[in-house]
């Protein structure tokens, strides 16, 4: 088949451009370590979850998830975990009072929705997740300096989507553990 | 028709009529879809409101669905029935087989369309404030989903119409290279049939039964992944129409000749080949999905981008080639030499300069991790407003300016209108469009009413510019781009209603390409052998996942409607 | 300018005398821009900002 030699190297320099972002996005994977949202949260039944937020249900019968506090559990060591509910239209918790991690932390966060779609995007980080009823999203972030990180839905959740915000608080650790859970 | 010279609309009067009229629902979808984004551009940057926020959303779904769904599929039909005609010579039919796809395309659109509506008419008793993408678990009324079923259902009748004219004229000419233009609709159409199998088994097994209260709870991510099945192929659904006019319309209008034929046939099969295996490039940062699969699909969507590497270069170069027939010298200066004062050229040329710009943020979007930084953002719309609203939109523009007149027999109205509008167009995407880019990095979110901004938290960080400056630009852009499809319509309108004329003023010769088909191997043509790996390549991304999602319950873990 | 026959070429450039060297200086610019722009969305933008997802 007949191509033009500029063409020919054209072609070349295009497949090493591709195989260059694919590189890079390897590298982003491997060095800095950024991870893809999976399934290893896990699935849950989102009636339960619905169920337990409405006090119907104890949270203990909610498979794969566990009650929702704005003051992050301790695991161990830097090590803490939380659970959050995104909902239609607020973040729990996030809206009404801030969840709150210390500084320094590795937290590792599950969140899932008793309704629709929602998004969880803590503005102006990489934290940016899309959350299903029935699936639990399961990420690790690590949280270094104090301050707030505002949350906004990014994934359209019904008519007042637009209100849907929250607050991510990091404090510094001593604050952090004399604060109420 | 009164004109003294033949016109595509004398030779082929049949094809010339389905295209016409699929033109006529086309752009009426376009006034309407464009007037919500008008409404929607000052309404989110909160310059001007005439409608209270959660009424935001049923504008948002009509204007995606008319926009990208109904102008799009209805503009598409017309062009391929005119470029099977033209490069086959031969009319299309035009039996009750034609008629019906155009029939159920129209029905179905309506059909969505008042379903849409009737969220902001008290008097009808429909609602589908579900978005163009209708994610599962938010409800829309059946009949939402029926119309769109019927829009699909029409769109693979016009597939075989174009299929059986091409047959017949196979019959005929027996070992002949498949004429370019005829080529390229029937494999878009196989991609297209591969591809919407997705959203067909999406709304037929699972939507439309759950809506209608058939079964109470299906599985939001099944749903959401058959939607993403679908929802990557169709951009280039949308696509490779541009690029049918970009390859054998826009050489002539330069005033030369396509660069080489052969590339085109190559570029084409790989689209075929690898436009649906990619789909989970919209679902990076969903739960329930492996990052294996995630990864499969990103290295997939990388490799998509060679074939519109090598268009940039093979229609670049068949328009050098025209500029340089014109007299055009020099490394750069050629471009001076160049029609900019004909509408159709230079509606094509801005499209294919912006698409450039758009694919760069396609390439972010498509980045695995770097995603993360940009999904559900306003880069998003800021990317896909230089895609199907510039590359497809601008270019189905500017070859109407061309083909219209070819389709009435009746010259351009308007011209000066016609002249301005291209550049109007380039002027308010620019504007709006790297205000969305930007705004998108400073979180930004799309698909909202009003992006909160009094964050308890603190409110959108200052990047590249600030709030109140990107606010202002996606206005006027908007506005921009609302004048611009007047001035469009305005033109289209004059033509169609203007009387007979003596001339058209339109050359409708295409020269042959510089290298033409027959220095590319014939196994090019081949179209079930292209077909049959792309099915392969289909099985192997969406395989293994799609058993998965099912094996824990067709309709598990399930999920209630909720309407919005 | 009409859109008539007259389609303005001055002369004819067949097959074998056309290199398309405005085309390759077209592309090599724009090659710059996508790997200059790709190296800032990638290691300015989005590593350049925290906290991401490592788990």
């Given at each position: 088949m007949e191509v033009h030699r500029f063409e020919k190297i054209w072609t070349a320099a295009a497949l090493l451009l591709i195989v260059g972002f694919i590189s890079t996005i390897v590298y982003g994977a491997v060095g800095p370590g950024v991870t893809m949202v999976e399934d290893d949260g896990g699935t849950t039944d989102q009636a339960d979850v619905s169920a337990a937020l409405a006090d119907e249900l104890d949270w203990s019968q909610v498979e794969n998830f566990e009650a929702p506090t704005p003051k992050a559990q301790h695991v161990s060591g830097d090590k803490y975990e939380a659970y959050v509910v995104t909902k239609q239209f607020a973040f729990q918790p996030g809206t009404g009072q801030p969840l709150r991690v210390p500084a320094g932390s590795t937290v590792t966060l599950y969140v899932t929705s008793p309704d629709v779609l929602h998004g969880f995007e803590m503005v102006g980080t990489n934290v940016n997740l899309i959350i299903m009823p029935g699936q639990i999203s399961e990420i690790t972030v690590e949280f270094d300096e104090p301050g707030t990180y505002s949350m906004v839905c990014s994934e359209y959740c019904g008519a007042a989507h637009h209100v849907m915000e929250g607050r991510v608080e990091v404090v510094p650790q001593s604050q952090f553990d004399s604060t109420e859970g | 028709m009164a004109t003294n010279e033949t016109t595509f609309a004398d030779q082929f009067p049949k094809s010339?009529?389905?295209?016409?009229?699929?033109?006529?629902?086309?752009?009426?979808?376009?006034?309407?879809?464009?007037?919500?984004?008008?409404?929607?551009?000052?309404?989110?940057?909160?310059?001007?409101?005439?409608?209270?926020?959660?009424?935001?959303?049923?504008?948002?779904?009509?204007?995606?669905?008319?926009?990208?769904?109904?102008?799009?599929?209805?503009?598409?039909?017309?062009?391929?029935?005119?470029?099977?005609?033209?490069?086959?010579?031969?009319?299309?039919?035009?039996?009750?087989?034609?008629?019906?796809?155009?029939?159920m395309m129209t029905v179905g659109t309506v059909m969505a369309a008042l379903a849409i509506i009737g969220a902001l008419i008290p008097?009808?008793?429909?609602?589908?404030?579900?978005?163009?993408?209708?994610?599962?678990?938010?409800?829309?009324?059946?009949?939402?989903?029926?119309?769109?079923?019927?829009?699909?259902?029409?769109?693979?009748?016009?597939?075989?119409?174009?299929?059986?004219?091409?047959?017949?004229?196979?019959?005929?000419?027996?070992?002949?290279?498949?004429?370019l233009q005829t080529f390229m609709v029937l494999i878009t159409m196989l991609m297209w049939y591969l591809s919407t199998m997705g959203v067909a088994a999406e709304v037929l097994i699972f939507v439309l039964p759950w809506s209608l209260g058939l079964v109470s709870q299906i599985d939001p991510l099944i749903t959401r992944t058959l939607f993403w099945f679908f929802g990557h192929p169709v951009v280039y659904f949308w696509l490779l129409p541009a690029y049918l006019a970009w390859y054998t319309v826009l050489p002539k209008l330069s005033g030369g000749r396509l660069f080489s034929d052969p590339l085109a046939r190559v570029v084409f099969v790989l689209f075929l080949l690898l436009s649906t295996p990619v789909g989970y490039h919209h679902q990076y940062i969903d739960p329930g999905i492996s990052e294996g699969f995630k990864f499969v699909a990103m290295t997939n969507t990388m490799f998509l981008l060679l074939p519109s590497f090598l268009t940039a270069f093979t229609v670049v170069a068949s328009i050098e080639h025209g500029a340089r027939q014109r007299g055009g010298k020099g490394y750069l200066s050629w471009l001076r030499s160049l029609p900019w004062d004909e509408p159709a050229f230079t509606g094509m040329a801005l499209a294919g300069l912006l698409f450039a710009a758009g694919g760069f943020s396609g390439m972010v979007n498509a980045g695995m991790n770097l995603n993360y930084l940009?999904?559900?953002?306003?880069?998003?719309?800021?990317?896909?407003?230089?895609?199907?609203?510039?590359?497809?939109?601008?270019?189905?523009?500017?070859?109407?300016?061309?083909?219209?007149?070819?389709?009435?027999?009746?010259?351009?109205?308007?011209?000066?209108?016609?002249?301005?509008?291209?550049?109007?167009?380039?002027?308010?995407?620019?504007?709006?469009?790297?205000?969305?880019?930007?705004?998108?990095?400073i979180g930004l979110p799309r698909r909202t009413a009003e992006p909160e901004w009094n964050l308890p938290g603190g409110s959108f960080s200052e990047g590249i510019g600030s709030l109140n400056e990107i606010q202002l630009q996606i206005a006027v852009g908007g506005i921009l781009l609302f004048t611009g499809i007047v001035l469009f319509l305005a033109v289209m309108v004059a033509t169609w209603m203007g009387r007979e004329t003596p001339t058209i003023d339109v050359d409708s010769t295409i020269p042959p390409a510089l290298s033409g088909a027959e220095n590319s191997p014939r196994i090019l043509d081949n179209y079930r052998l292209w077909f049959a790996i792309a099915v392969v390549l289909v099985v192997i991304a969406y395989g293994v996942p799609l058993w998965d999602m099912v094996a824990d319950g067709v309709f598990s873990p399930g999920s209630n409607p909720v309407t919005p | 300018m009409s859109t008539d026959a007259d389609d303005g070429t001055v002369r004819e450039i067949g097959h074998d005398e056309f290199d398309p060297v405005g085309t390759a200086a077209l592309i090599v610019v724009y090659f710059i821009i996508l790997v200059v722009m790709w190296v800032f969305m990638y290691f300015v933008e989005f590593l350049g900002r925290g906290p991401t997802v490592v788990g």
């Open positions: - | 010339a009529r389905l295209t016409r009229l699929s033109f006529g629902v086309a752009f009426t979808a376009l006034a309407i879809g464009g007037l919500f984004g008008l409404i929607q551009a000052l309404h989110r940057t909160d310059i001007y409101r005439v409608l209270p926020s959660p009424d935001y959303y049923t504008l948002l779904t009509g204007h995606g669905v008319l926009l990208a769904l109904v102008f799009t599929t209805f503009f598409i039909a017309g062009l391929f029935s005119w470029g099977i005609s033209n490069s086959l010579d031969r009319d299309l039919p035009g039996d009750w087989i034609s008629w019906s796809w155009w029939i008097q009808i008793p429909m609602q589908a404030d579900v978005l163009f993408t209708f994610y599962v678990p938010l409800k829309g009324h059946p009949v939402f989903y029926i119309g769109v079923v019927l829009l699909l259902v029409g769109s693979w009748v016009a597939g075989y119409d174009w299929f059986r004219t091409f047959w017949s004229w196979r019959k005929d000419n027996r070992g002949e290279r498949i004429p940009v999904h559900n953002t306003l880069w998003v719309p800021g990317h896909f407003h230089l895609t199907v609203g510039t590359a497809a939109a601008l270019t189905f523009m500017a070859v109407s300016y061309w083909l219209v007149p070819q389709l009435t027999g009746k010259k351009l109205r308007l011209r000066a209108f016609a002249l301005i509008q291209p550049y109007v167009w380039f002027l308010g995407m620019t504007l709006m469009s790297n205000a969305m880019h930007r705004g998108g990095l | -």
